[in-house]
């Protein structure tokens, strides 16, 4: 009896220690599992690098303020190079590109071809050509099949800022991209920080995915216009078109213009006499024909009347 007693007492001399140790790696198993779950869902919730990833890729297209559209393929095909072009230049290969003469950026045309299928999928297809204005020439060097980008002429451009990101579908997202307008050092504060900007403009830029990544598929206006400075943003100006006179787009020119259209007209061309002198011949009438309610006598037939022949021409005026 006491023998069975000694046994039961050694059997349960190591159930402290063992349960102890068995709580221990229950609570560090708790905390790491839980650990891991706050980690994922921060990461999920908080998707701030995917954010900048998307603003550098649609950076060449906020900076332009694109108007929106449902397909690419229906973006006019200067928009689409200009797009491209961008895109190209500061990408990843911009170091390796060389320069012209007049400082322009000499871009080939088959990294413009890849740049617009990542930018807006593989339905786009570009027709290389220059074009541009008098500002912003893109000139296509058909002989090199290059194109000459002007690459100091972009400046004081809105920033896009990806305030959310909205899953549509497997493979749709709708981005609601904020315009953030250039910086001036009216945005500084009371110690000279630039601070945090607010956009002025919002629109929804929806992306679809392939084989190759994401791509920009429309560009859409926000459900509801309305927000604070939606309407605000104003496009950069363009140069006066074609139906301006000279005059017009060149102040210098007006005074001439004005004074040679006066000296241009004739002196003395005695409108103003001929105006005096039949409004006088209009006055005379209604006499004549009292004149002749008052008992004159009538002309007799086919001898001419005294007083219906004109006046001597030195008469007039």
Request: net charge negative; aromatic share 8%; proline share 8%.
């Amino acid at each position: 009896m006491n023998r069975s007693i000694f046994r039961a007492g050694r059997r349960n001399r190591y159930a402290a220690p063992i349960g102890g140790v068995f709580i221990i790696l229950c609570l560090v198993g708790f905390f790491t599992v839980a650990s891991f779950c706050l980690n994922t869902t921060k990461n999920l919730l908080d998707n701030s690098a995917r954010k900048k990833e998307f603003e550098r890729m649609l950076l060449p297209v906020v900076i332009f303020d694109p108007v929106p559209f449902e397909n690419p393929v229906n973006i006019d095909n200067a928009s689409l190079l200009q797009y491209s072009i961008w895109s190209t230049a500061i990408g990843e290969k911009r170091s390796q590109y060389e320069y012209d003469d007049a400082g322009m950026m000499i871009i080939p045309a088959s990294d413009i071809d890849v740049a617009a299928q990542q930018l807006f999928g593989p339905d786009v297809r570009l027709e290389h050509r220059s074009f541009g204005d008098l500002q912003d020439s893109y000139l296509y060097e058909e002989e090199i099949r290059s194109y000459h980008v002007p690459i100091i002429t972009i400046t004081g451009f809105a920033t896009p800022r990806v305030e959310e990101i909205n899953k549509m579908s497997g493979d749709t997202i709708e981005l609601r991209m904020g315009y953030v307008p250039p910086s001036t050092i009216l945005d500084l504060d009371e110690n000279n920080n630039l601070g945090d900007p607010e956009p002025e403009k919002y629109m929804i830029y929806e992306l679809r995915k392939n084989r190759s990544g994401w791509y920009l598929y429309a560009v859409k206006d926000v459900p509801g216009a309305g927000l604070p400075g939606a309407n605000d943003f104003q496009p950069p100006m363009e140069l006066p078109g074609e139906d301006l006179s000279i005059s017009e787009m060149v102040p210098e020119m007006a005074g001439n213009a004005g004074s040679s259209s006066v000296s241009s007209a004739p002196e003395g061309d005695g409108s103003s006499d001929e105006g005096s002198s039949s409004d006088g011949e209009g006055e005379e009438e209604p006499g004549e024909d009292e004149g002749e309610g008052e008992g004159e006598e009538e002309t007799p037939e086919g001898e001419e009347d005294p007083s219906s022949e004109e006046p001597p021409p030195e008469m007039q005026g």
